[in-house]
């Protein structure tokens, strides 16, 4: 009996301080890859590196804890959904991703997909997967947290592309503020990348319906998604770019492994937190990936974060945990692979 209070106290503090470092992971990930494309590393070849890693690190674990739970045959259904997941998710997400790292900063590449909780409830509700009862104050207040969101997005991207009379070149009658055309692409390009993210979110939750194995789902579309996302680049340049002589080989294969023993970790431990004590806790700390992205951007890449972006992000934050609050206390059951992946 007195081993049992001790565990759970144990299991917490795993359980939160693995959160944390998680979103650390997050933050250095997202630093690294601005890094990479900055020295002219292409967004697709990381892709395909990355994405083959993550298959490697999440096959054993997957084979081995799930390979009862998949199903006797893959119907036809199946899959295309899983080719949709994997195009989606691997393919058009990441580029897009990718873009806006390298047109913005990794501090608001990390503080973007805060959208996404309020964009899945959009999604969700348009497709009936939710149930909204706008009499009920807990739908109420996602619905104002949505809002916020977009607000604070909108806000940090205006705000962030925006540049002074100093850093302005000089014309022959200069405006006050002036636009930044590459900040502004760079933010639509994460704003897609949610959008994107959020709808293979949902398309996840009616797949996981027939599939329940979350992790050899994701290490069966990072493999499909290899193969997509190569496909996409030999269309694109006619070639497969590798990177070299750029950097060297070893470098490439040692920024990849890196790149999918993240990915493979981090869902991991993601999905076992999300199993012991819900995706509303998992979700709350978010926030912490985008503070430790700007402190090491500010760092390592001399990058600037301006008032205007910080007054976007808490404007996107409060709107997330708004809708994380009602998302916790709302007295009706939601579809329960959404619930695990929102």
């Known amino acids: 009996m007195n081993g049992a209070p001790k565990r759970e106290v144990v299991e917490n503090f795993a359980i939160i301080a693995g959160l944390i470092g998680v979103q650390f992971i997050y933050a250095g ?3 690294l890859l601005s890094y990479l494309m900055s020295i002219g590393l292409k967004p697709l070849s990381l892709i395909i590196f990355s994405s083959f890693f993550t298959f490697l690190v999440l096959a054993p674990p997957s084979f081995y804890f799930e390979r009862t739970k ?5 119907s036809l259904k199946l899959f295309i959904q899983l080719v949709l997941i994997s195009f989606s998710g691997v393919t058009l997400f990441q580029s897009f991703m990718m873009q806006g790292i390298k047109l913005t900063s990794p501090a608001i590449a990390t503080a973007m997909p805060n959208l996404a909780p309020g964009i899945i409830f959009v999604i969700a509700w348009t497709f009936r997967l939710e149930k909204v009862n706008l009499r009920c104050m807990y739908s109420k207040v996602k619905i104002v947290g949505t809002v916020l969101c977009v607000l604070g997005a ?13 850093e302005a070149p ?6 006050d503020v002036i636009f930044d055309k590459e900040k502004i692409i760079g933010c639509l390009y994460l704003m897609a990348a949610v959008f994107v993210l959020s709808s293979n979110v ?11 194995a979350p992790i050899s789902m994701c290490a069966i579309t990072s493999l499909i998604g290899v193969f997509l996302t190569a496909l996409v680049e030999l269309l694109q340049q006619h070639k497969l770019e590798t ?9 490439i294969v040692g920024y990849s492994m890196l790149g999918g023993i993240v990915s493979g970790v981090c869902f991991s431990f993601n999905g076992w937190a999300m199993k012991k004590r819900g995706p509303v806790l998992v979700s709350m700390f978010s926030p912490i990936a985008t503070v430790c992205s700007a402190i090491l951007s500010v760092i390592t890449l001399g990058d600037s974060i301006n008032l205007g972006s910080l007054a976007g992000m808490f404007l996107m934050f409060t709107g997330l945990y708004f809708v994380l609050w009602a998302k916790g ?12 992946l929102v």
Do not use: I
């Not at 939601?334 to 695990?340: A, Q």
């Open 329 to 340: 206390k709302e007295d009706f059951p939601v579809d329960d692979n959404l619930e695990r």
């Open 202 to 212: 949902v398309l996840q939750a009616t797949a996981l319906r027939t599939f329940p």
């Open 170 to 175: 000089l014309t022959s009658s200069p405006p």
């Open 70 to 74: 998949w199903p006797k045959k893959f």
């Open 154 to 166: 909108l806000t940090m991207s205006l705000l962030h592309s925006t540049k002074s009379m100093k």
């Open 243 to 251: 990177g070299w002589p750029l950097v060297s080989v070893r470098e």
């Open 29 to 31: 990930n997202s630093v």
